[in-house]
């Protein structure tokens, strides 16, 4: 539906009475290739001869010759019936074929198509039986060509293997397609400069059209071999938004252009002879691109559906087209679930999980009986062993859905006939029961189902579909009890699509199709095997040498349906719904993730409060700035009234400055070795700082002086946590240890125990720790770039995710604990999701972020050359880069209202900028 929108705008749809032709009267993988003005003479030399205006084309495999007047049939004759080829009349009856110089073209065959007869949409008529028909083209001079074309074209219809007509029919459009070149006059403009020019396919459903890519400085052009349907498509290459790299036929040489951010179909997909070209041609868009449009990564459209900013139909869409499925191409078509298991109800209770199907399981799976007995011959069966003989998407199903709207591509498909009038889609609660009971029916959706659009479900056409076994003809589908219209069937499967249940399912369902459920023993365990061919790599089709078995492979792959392309290997984040208050076990873990603080949170007006003042960071402004210490400043903690803002340097000093007086108060050394981070516990009477020297120090405010020392570590102390008194520390020594115990100054002692309470053992240096809001989960970077999510409340390892590609700076949870986000040396700012350690999205800058603060939708950091950096993680681009510190952003505090920031860097500053409004 909408690539029949697609090609057909608004004008074309009101003339497309008129052009009754098109590429789809061809056979599958036939290519047209010419037409003439001509007329079909009937019944010539007698009183009743008639003259038939029309064109006469000329295909790869048949001639068809379309009259002018609507009311005659179009006429198809394929060339493997014909019997004589030559110039009408000729006096060597007793030749084959023959060579013409002048006068018409006769064609004696034993069969005949009649399509499309008053412009009705039907099932081809066929006569059999030897006929001549004469065709008098306008240009008696082309007739000699235009016989010898054909008698070309015979001889490989004619051929017994399927692969030597493949081959030969090949090397006469590669001879047609090396004669030509793109007419550069068609350029849009005189001063556009040619990038490169190649041969290339355009595809559209069922069919594709040779011709030549030409691509500028300004402009992509595709000119068809034959002018149909217009002599030049061009793409302004300022309106692309999205380009894709796609399998077609198995081989890596598609290539689809969007002009929109998300519709459904593209506006051009090329199939390219050379991957080479194909390559060159996205280099070339991909670099025009990098300046105006972002390109997205799975994940990135991941985080973007999980925090609410993606419904689960434009998720869909999304994961989709990043899996090779495509409107222009029925083997791949976007694939959609069944959601709804209730087809006989007379109101739909989407409150109750009962009205759903479980979207844990495929299909195939969905009936335990029908199962058993799957399994029971996959276990009997040979390798290479599967579990469903036929796939839950094909061109087949697809067409099986959209036989009202798109009749044509039906009869395409089946050899110009329609199925049996009892296996057509009659009724949306028989499809569904056949999906659950039929032997060989394991058919998802398609993306119509959750569309706006309902032509696909009434028969608005009037078309002759057949009459069913109880004589009732096949009209509109039949639609479930709770629908009163089918735009009502539409918006309650949409309603349906996006509801709580589904939100919080449809990562399962995910798993299946695009993720690690999808290939090897995770699909076995979830029953989710289909044909080895099916899959992406499932066969090489170059390792086969026999053309005609090629030929077979791939006509078979096309037909039995594909795939996606697998998008995620580990298991898929759920969405986060707003009655959603746990994380499930994950399996395989054998503790599980503590439960996370529910939403309501977010009404409470500080949350507004922050939510605008993270909306106005990129107007941050440098408000004063003060160069206090010798060296970098490592660590700020500021006093809870913001009167007092304590720092640590690499110069090994403690100072405390008053923001009031704007006055250095204090300045305490240690050691003689740099200090690394600071924290003010609560009550604002004691400052812990960590060192180089392996320690841990506590600062009594209100003594002046030392109070305790934590000799804890064999190296660095690197980054020091607190919460609900316990100490966390990492080390350059390999660990993050958790401490228990009151410093002397809340104790009111005058020296402290602490007791180590866990060891966090870790293989390489441990540069950077965070804890979650609860303190139940600890992430801690390494200096080789693992991000390792530690459960506090058994010490055990939840996810190991070697993200970075060298040090991790820092590391921190989102306010609602349901992501990570981590930045290291790569200049990478990865987000990881804490319920599956999935990596969820990744985006690059050109330099190292040293650190930073966020909200989960937007980052502020600091970069190593100084700037201040505003990332829009949801929109994947940097929103703003702010001028700040002359050497590397060190360490960065925000105050919980977000109207304070305070940054320290190795320019030895501390800076107070402030948010206009």
Not at 241 to 246: E, H, L, T, W
Not at 512 to 525: E, H, M, P, R, T
Not at 547 to 570: H, N, R, S, Y
Not at 725 to 733: E, F, I, M, P
Request: glycine share 6%; with cysteine.
């Amino acid at each position: 539906m909408a690539f029949l929108r697609k090609q057909r705008g608004p004008r074309q749809l009101q003339l497309s009475s008129r052009e009754r032709f098109s590429l789809l009267l061809l056979n599958l993988e036939e290519y047209y290739f010419e037409q003439h003005t001509a007329n079909h003479i009937q019944q010539r030399g007698t009183q009743d001869e008639r003259k038939i205006r029309g064109s006469f084309k000329i295909c790869s495999k048949s001639v068809i010759f379309e009259p002018d007047a609507i009311s005659e049939p179009i006429i198809k004759i394929p060339l493997r019936d014909c019997i004589h080829i030559g110039k009408h009349g000729d006096s060597e009856a007793n030749k084959l074929f023959t060579k013409a110089k002048s006068g018409g073209i006769s064609l004696i065959f034993s069969q005949v198509y009649f399509i499309k007869e008053h412009n009705i949409v039907a099932p081809y008529k066929i006569e059999r039986g030897k006929m001549e028909y004469i065709f008098e083209l306008d240009v008696s001079g082309k007739v000699e060509d235009v016989v010898e074309t054909l008698l070309q074209l015979h001889r490989a219809s004619c051929l017994d293997k399927l692969g030597d007509q493949t081959a030969m029919i090949t090397a006469i459009l590669q001879s047609r397609l090396a004669r030509t070149s793109f007419d550069k006059n068609r350029f849009q403009s005189v001063s556009e400069k040619l990038h490169m020019e190649c041969k290339a396919e355009m595809v559209t459903p069922l069919v594709t059209n040779p011709g030549h890519v030409c691509i500028t400085d300004t402009n992509l052009y595709f000119q068809p071999l034959n002018g149909y349907p217009k002599p030049v498509v061009q793409i302004t290459l300022q309106d692309v938004r999205r380009i894709y790299k796609r399998r077609h036929g198995l081989m890596p040489l598609g290539l689809e252009v969007f002009c929109t951010e998300d519709d459904l179909c593209s506006d051009i997909y090329l199939k390219f002879y050379e991957s080479q070209d194909r390559d060159d041609v996205y280099f070339y868009i991909a670099t025009y691109l990098e300046h105006h449009v972002v390109e997205r990564t799975a994940e990135s459209y991941t985080l973007q559906w999980q925090r609410g900013h993606l419904s689960n139909r434009q998720y869909l869409l999304h994961l989709n087209n990043l899996a090779d499925r495509s409107c222009s191409d029925l083997s791949q078509y976007p694939v959609f679930p069944w959601t709804i298991s209730d087809y006989c109800s007379l109101e739909l209770d989407l409150s109750n999980p009962e009205t759903f199907r479980d979207l844990s399981k495929p299909v195939g799976a969905l009936n335990k009986e029908r199962l058993e007995r799957l399994l029971a011959r996959y276990q009997e069966m040979p390798e290479p062993k599967f579990m469903y003989g036929s796939h839950y998407s094909s061109p087949g199903y697809v067409l099986f859905y959209l036989v009202r709207i798109a009749p044509e591509y039906m009869l395409c498909l089946q050899n110009g006939r329609f199925d049996n009038a009892d296996r057509m889609f009659n009724s949306i609660a028989e499809t569904w029961k056949n999906c659950l009971d039929g032997a060989t029916d394991f058919k998802e959706l398609i993306p119509e189902f959750y569309g706006d659009d309902v032509s696909f479900l009434v028969n608005s056409l009037k078309l002759d579909l057949g009459k069913r076994q109880g004589g009732q003809m096949v009209d509109d589908v039949e639609l479930p009890p709770w629908a009163r219209s089918p735009q009502d069937f539409l918006q309650k499967s949409k309603d349906a699509l996006e509801s709580t249940y589904v939100s919080e399912h449809l990562h399962e369902w995910i798993d299946l199709i695009f993720g690690y459920k999808q290939k090897g023993s995770n699909a076995i365990g979830a029953h989710n095997v289909f044909h080895p061919l099916t899959y992406e790599g499932g066969v090489d089709l170059n390792s086969i040498e026999d053309p005609d078995e090629k030929v077979a492979m791939l006509t078979q792959i096309l037909e039995f349906g594909q795939t996606p392309k697998q998008l995620f290997v580990t298991p898929h984040p759920r969405r986060i719904t707003p009655k959603f208050k746990s994380v499930s076990q994950i399996s395989g873990y054998s503790t599980p993730i503590p439960d996370f603080p529910g939403e309501e949170s977010f009404e409470d007006l500080t949350e507004e409060s922050k939510t605008l003042a993270w909306n106005n960071m990129t107007k941050l402004q440098l408000h004063e700035h003060y160069k206090i210490h010798k060296d970098a400043v490592t660590g700020i903690a500021v006093s809870c009234n913001g009167s007092s803002v304590f720092t640590t340097s690499q110069d090994s000093t403690l100072k405390m400055f008053s923001k009031e007086s704007k006055m250095l108060q204090r300045s305490i050394s240690f050691s003689n070795m740099a200090l690394s981070s600071c924290l003010l516990l609560p009550g604002d009477a004691t400052v812990i700082t960590s060192s180089w020297d392996n320690n841990v120090y506590f600062y009594s405010i209100a003594f002046g002086r030392r109070q305790d020392t934590l000799m804890g570590h064999d190296d660095a102390v690197s980054k020091i946590c607190w919460h609900d008194d316990r100490l966390y520390t990492a080390s350059w020594d390999s660990t993050v240890k958790v401490w228990s115990g009151v410093p002397a100054e809340m104790s009111g002692a005058k020296k402290h125990q602490f007791d180590l309470v866990a060891e966090l053992e870790h293989d390489v240096s441990v540069d950077t720790i965070s804890l979650n809001a609860a303190s139940t989960l600890l992430v801690s970077g390494t200096k080789e770039g693992t991000v390792t999510l530690w459960d506090l409340t058994t010490a055990a390892v939840l996810h190991q995710i070697p993200c970075h590609s060298g040090t991790i700076y820092d590391t921190a949870f989102s306010p609602d604990s349901r992501h990570i986000l981590s930045i290291g040396a790569d200049g990478c700012l990865n987000v990881i999701d804490v319920q599956t350690g999935m990596l969820i999205s990744s985006m690059t800058s050109d330099e190292p972020q040293r650190c930073f603060i966020w909200d989960g939708n937007s980052v502020l950091s600091g970069s190593q050359s100084g700037q201040l950096l505003v990332w829009d993680l949801l929109g994947g681009k940097i929103s703003e880069r702010i001028q700040g510190h002359t050497g590397a952003v060190t360490c960065i505090w925000m105050n919980e209202q977000c109207s304070s920031i305070i940054t320290g860097g190795e320019d030895r500053q501390i800076m107070f900028w402030k948010l206009q409004y």
